[in-house]
């Protein structure tokens, strides 16, 4: 049984729908449509009007299929550059001043969409009576292609931009600014440590399985790669790329000189990421982000087996020294940075590892941290779960992360203790 239940803006109204005592606000715009002109410009706020349905999920960024869908499986959705939205989970829009948690997902910023199922934010503002939003940003080269003088990582303004917006408008829905974490795994934790190394809007951020050992990507490098894209995109610049159909900005990214181009780099990071540019992010990041691990509190999350999703890899002692060197010892460096800095901070390792060929696998947390086991069923990574074992786990994993969104320990000693999850 569902019905639905309005908030009030200063946009003006917005219907959202109530079920199983969570209200759910769907596709809110915090940016305007990122097209035209506007594609691969630093995004533009809102400025909708009106009444407003969010009663439906919206359109999740282009993208091409995931390379860890044999690990985690694969997701539906519609896409669509016009993509600038967030979804709010909240137990009531009232004036309760809940605290807030807002989730940048993970997809090594190619994939993935804060409007998928997979991070359906009802259980954890249900369990711990917190605000949840998702939020979706622009990927590839839509949200990170670099071209100097122009404007570069669009993405993590888009970011940004969503943060601010929360700020801004989260009282309406029952949610206190003054007490937000933001959560992200992957490319979105990375992203936090970008934000928190510019001019943080936060001060509490939960940090899973951030790849800080590949760093980000320098202009020259990136420029290099962006001059092979547009080439395969068969854009001379810019201005043509602007004009091109996205299903060829889509295919460019699979193009035998792109994938040569990012294969001579040699450094396994992804065709896009955040680029030091000099203006967004400075050339020389690593005292940014050294000052950066003093700027929150945080929890952060490794897996024990993060290179077993990947193509090429496995559980074995190889790879796992190789998870260690992107994943692993970079996730326990910053949280003893931020320790030695005055700030709180605690470790966990999640060792859960139901299925031999995947172990302990990049992505096998968010199952449990969310309560969503249902939507992720088709999981290889999952196969041979116990589901006694699940619920068990997954309850105590959202006990651990609620406890840090407001504001308290997840429960276990503090840095450089880390507790295992299994």
């Known amino acids: 049984m569902s019905t639905t239940v309005r908030v009030e803006l200063e946009q003006g109204p ?39 349905d969010a009663t439906r999920p919206g359109p999740v960024a282009p993208q091409l299929p995931s390379r860890l869908r044999d690990a985690m499986g694969d997701f539906d959705a519609t896409q669509s550059e016009d993509c600038l939205h967030l979804t709010v989970w909240t137990p009531r829009p009232d004036a309760a001043r809940r605290p807030v ?20 934010g009802a259980r954890l503002a249900a369990l ?12 590839a080269a839509l949200g990170w292609l670099y071209v100097p003088g122009e404007a570069a990582n669009a993405g993590l303004l888009d970011q940004e931009l969503a943060i601010d917006w929360v700020l801004d408008h989260i009282a309406a829905f029952g949610g206190d600014p003054a007490r937000l974490t933001v959560m992200g795994q992957s490319a979105g934790a990375s992203s936090i440590c970008a934000m928190l190394a510019r001019r943080p809007r936060f001060s509490r951020a939960i940090l899973q399985s951030a790849a800080l050992g590949r760093g980000f990507r320098t202009a020259e490098q990136a420029w290099r790669l962006s001059q092979a894209f547009l080439r395969a995109a068969g854009a001379a610049d810019l201005a043509a790329a602007r004009a091109l159909p996205v299903a060829a900005l889509l295919d460019a990214q699979r193009a035998p000189a792109v994938v040569e181009a990012l294969q001579a780099e040699g450094t396994q990071r992804s065709l896009f990421c955040p680029v030091l540019d000099g203006a967004i992010l400075p050339h020389d990041i690593v005292p940014a982000l050294e000052q950066a691990a003093g700027r929150a509190d945080v929890l952060v999350s490794v897996t024990r087996d993060e290179m077993a999703a990947f193509p090429g890899h496995g559980a074995t002692a190889a790879d796992r020294e190789l998870g260690e060197r992107i994943f692993g010892r970079p996730s326990r460096q910053w949280a ?18 139901p299925a031999p060929r995947y172990g ?8 449990f941290v969310f309560g969503t086991l249902p939507a992720f069923a088709a999981a290889p990574m999952l196969h041979g779960l116990d589901s006694r074992h699940a619920g068990q786990l997954s309850q105590a994993v959202q006990q651990a992360w609620i406890g840090f969104i407001r504001g308290e320990s997840p429960g276990w000693e503090p840095a450089p203790h880390q507790q295992v999850l299994a």
Request: overall charge positive.
């Open 14 to 52: 917005l219907t959202g729908i109530r079920q199983h005592g969570v209200c759910r606000f769907s596709a809110i715009p915090y940016a305007e449509a990122p097209v035209g002109a506007l594609r691969f410009a630093a995004p533009r706020p809102a400025a909708w009007r009106g009444p407003r």
């Open 101 to 120: 948690v807002v989730w940048l997902h993970g997809g090594a910023w190619q994939s993935g969409g804060g409007a998928l199922d997979w991070y359906d």
């Open 128 to 139: 711990g009576d917190v605000v949840v939003v998702a939020v979706n940003y622009r990927l």
């Open 336 to 353: 003893e940075q931020a320790a030695a800095r005055g700030r709180q901070a605690w470790l966990a390792r999640f060792d859960v590892a």
């Open 360 to 367: 302990a696998c990049h992505c096998i947390e968010l199952p």
